[in-house]
């Protein structure tokens, strides 16, 4: 008979773990709003640079096609307009002529923001739309994840733990992978509970015992529980996407953007099904994130490299304007990601987690084991190569 370890934890306010699931999902909802907020601010200066090069490319697609095929003169009146709208709008505003018609304002902000807004949330659909495809194998292949081996105990119990928690949860018992690496980490992978995956490294089961195993998998299947895969993957989606616009308006500039265009082009365009194209997903996704390093994009090369050849150094010049649209789209990203956007979905994740942690408790009862096991943990190097 073995005697109950006593609590070397003792909250100040204890509370019930309904309580403290019930506080935690009013400060996600509360967080979802500052991070709604947070996109929309940054969408507004970001519209009102895409919408001009989105004219700007339809007037020069247009003129390619006339030269082709005659196009309505209803079309080019339209675009004439248009123009007639701008320019007096603009003038108007510029020399403070009274007051506009309240009409003519909102048919302005309509004609600057709506294509703009339009045009990022079709690249944000199509994103999720292409990434959730491509499963989950690409990720657990760049850990070098591999099956539990069912002739060792531990792993054994590694297994049926999972299953036990995903009945408490009520959810499909997940896909169990180990990661041979000396960080002492979990995670859950996927984009729903069907396709998740419960990646785990071979060191936390050597530095926990049972109990403290069982509160970390109910912390990871209450993750699942809580639908924090669909959240991951709409917040990495707007990343990829800003990563997605930069290559665009990058793309005349160095074969990198153009590059990355094709081969998520390519991807798209492709079958689904097998490994490969679960790699080739995972690489896209890295690629397209990597875009909105500001310190190494093709525009900055272009305009930078010392090596340059004759033809660039002309062509440098007759490329300014065009420049100077990129580097504001690309300053308007960086700024409010990392000023903005970035923190309030990093305290809306931080929320997620504290919810995981109530749901893990109400799973398995054992508020200790998990706090024990946390504990534990942050002894550890948590890093994992390619995590």
């Not at 105990?153 to 690496?181: F, H, W, Y």
């Not at 990093?346 to 799973?363: C, F, I, K, Q, S």
Request: proline letters at 6%; hydrophobic letters at 50%; charged letters at 20%.
């Amino acid at each position: 008979m073995t005697t109950a370890q006593p609590s070397s934890f003792s909250p100040r306010d204890p509370e019930t773990f309904f309580d403290a699931q019930e506080r935690n999902r009013r400060a996600t909802w509360r967080m979802s709003a500052l991070c709604v907020v947070a996109a929309l601010v940054m969408g507004l200066p970001l519209t009102l640079v895409l919408t001009p090069l989105l004219y700007a490319a339809t007037l020069i697609l247009a003129d390619v096609v006339e030269r082709v095929v005659p196009l309505p003169p209803a079309f080019w009146q339209a675009m004439h307009d248009l123009a007639s709208l701008f320019a007096r709008l603009a003038d108007d505003l510029a020399n403070q002529r009274g007051a506009l018609a309240p009409q003519t304002v909102a048919l302005g902000l309509v004609l600057t923001l709506l294509p703009g807004m339009l045009l990022a949330l079709l690249l944000w659909a199509g994103i999720r739309l292409i990434f959730r495809r491509g499963g989950v194998g690409g990720t657990l292949a760049s850990l070098g994840a591999r099956d539990p081996d069912p002739a060792d105990l531990e792993e054994l119990q590694l297994t049926n733990v999972v299953q036990e928690m995903a009945i408490a949860a009520g959810l499909p018992a997940p896909k169990v992978v180990l990661i041979d690496s000396p960080g002492a980490n979990a995670a859950v992978i996927g984009t729903s509970p069907q396709d998740a995956r419960i990646a785990i490294s071979r060191r936390v089961l050597d530095d926990l015992d049972r109990e403290q195993l069982q509160g970390v998998l109910a912390a990871q299947m209450a993750s699942i529980g809580n639908g924090d895969l669909g959240i991951a993957f709409t917040v990495t989606s707007v990343f990829e996407t800003c990563g997605l616009i930069v290559a665009l308006i990058n793309s005349p500039f160095g074969s990198e953007s153009r590059g990355t265009l094709w081969r998520l082009l390519r991807y798209a365009l492709g079958k689904d099904g097998g490994e490969e194209r679960s790699i080739e997903a995972a690489q896209l996704a890295g690629s397209l994130s990597d875009m909105l390093d500001p310190d190494s994009t093709d525009i900055e090369r272009f305009f930078n490299d010392r090596d340059a050849g004759l033809l660039r150094r002309l062509l440098r010049p007759l490329f300014f304007p065009i420049q100077f649209t990129n580097i504001a789209v690309e300053f308007t990203l960086w700024l409010f990601l990392n000023l903005l956007l970035g923190p309030c979905m990093a305290l809306l994740w931080r929320t997620r987690r504290y919810l995981a942690d109530a749901g893990a408790v109400e799973l398995c009862r054992n508020p200790d084991a998990l706090s024990r096991a946390l504990a534990r943990l942050a002894e550890d190097d948590n890093r994992i190569a390619g995590g």
